[in-house]
């Protein structure tokens, strides 16, 4: 059971540049979210998806898109970097409506 | 708007007791949640708190007042390992679509 896996890690890109942060989780979760953390800031909601099939923009959403591919997997795009997105970028989920989200181990973005 | 404000910064000495406040303004308010993040590490779950009142686990223990918009989370016996940032959060709807809205943080430092 390895609850929310995040690929990759690590990842540098050029301004311009494109790529999918891919999420996936093995809870059985309906909902899946996408976060932004800056340094020395909270989570910032990015896009999440409250169940299969569905995708609603968070508070931050612009420069980004997301897909839900299944139950599991929920993947986020950025379609060309820029700088402002160089954040470290976490996805959670969740089973019943709750406070209680489970976080994956993050993806640490730099845009150059 | 929506806000959360909760301290920046607490220092306690270990074995103390230190509280960490959160009031909010939200336009939806259905609970309130609490989280854990040591640095460079995932946010992990700590409390949640539907009702008014005290929720105890271990020695942590979290506190709503709807009426107030506040709460706030206690740690007991402070450990060096309590060293990180905590996080309060309000769920905003109580159905499948909910989502979190987190506060900056707290950095909470535990001196010998």
């Known amino acids: 059971n390895a609850g929310v896996t995040q690929t990759p890690k690590f990842q540098v890109l050029k301004t311009g540049q494109s790529m999918t942060l891919q999420c996936a989780q093995d809870?059985?979760?309906?909902?899946m979210y996408w976060y932004r953390q800056d340094p020395g800031m909270g989570l910032r909601l990015i896009y999440y998806?409250?169940?299969?099939?569905?995708?609603d923009k968070g508070e931050v959403p612009n420069g980004y898109n997301v897909s839900r591919l299944n139950k599991r997997e929920f993947s986020l795009r950025l379609e060309s970097a820029a700088p402002s997105q160089t954040s470290v970028y976490f996805c959670?989920?969740?089973?019943?409506?709750?406070?209680?989200?489970?976080f994956g181990p993050g993806t640490r973005l730099t845009v150059l | 708007g929506q806000s959360l404000e909760q301290p920046s910064e607490v220092t306690a000495v270990e074995g103390a007791i230190v509280q960490i406040n959160c009031t909010y303004q939200?336009?939806?308010?259905?609970?309130l949640s609490w989280y854990q993040q040591h640095d460079g590490g995932a946010p992990t779950f700590l409390s949640y708190?539907?009702?008014?009142g005290l929720e105890e686990t271990g020695r942590f223990s979290s506190f709503l007042s709807r009426s107030d918009s506040y709460g706030y989370l206690l740690l007991q016996e402070l450990q060096m390992k309590d060293s990180a940032s905590y996080f309060c959060?309000?769920?905003?709807?109580?159905?499948?679509?909910?989502?979190?809205?987190f506060g900056q943080g707290t950095e909470l430092s535990v001196k010998p």
């Open positions: 959670a989920s969740s089973s019943v409506p709750s406070g209680e989200q489970f």
């Open positions: 998806s409250a169940s299969e099939g569905t995708t």
């Open positions: 959060a309000v769920r905003d709807y109580r159905g499948q679509g909910g989502k979190l809205i």
């Open positions: 809870m059985n979760h309906n909902s």
């Open positions: 708190n539907a009702l008014d």
């Open positions: 939200t336009s939806g308010f259905y609970g």
